[in-house]
């Protein structure tokens, strides 16, 4: 004899199981988490201000040139 199922329950966790390899393939794809998001913007920032702070300008080179 054939095991008997309800097919109501049966949809529901078939749609369960979609949901959650759709779940899958965004973790992937999209990866970080909010607060690792926002201490790599964090970094990048910080980095970005280190190297402007220490970037030669044209008027250092044109107040060489007068004192010659």
Do not use: P, W, Y
């Not at 966790?13 to 970080?32: T, V, Y």
């Amino acid at each position: 004899m054939a095991k008997i199922i309800n097919l109501r329950t049966a949809r529901k966790n078939k749609q369960r199981a979609e949901k959650e390899r759709l779940a899958d393939s965004n973790r992937a794809k999209f990866g970080q988490s909010q607060s690792s998001r926002r201490k790599s913007k964090a970094d990048q920032k910080n980095l970005e201000d280190l190297l402007d702070s220490a970037k030669i300008t044209d008027s250092v080179f044109q107040s060489d040139a007068e004192k010659d």
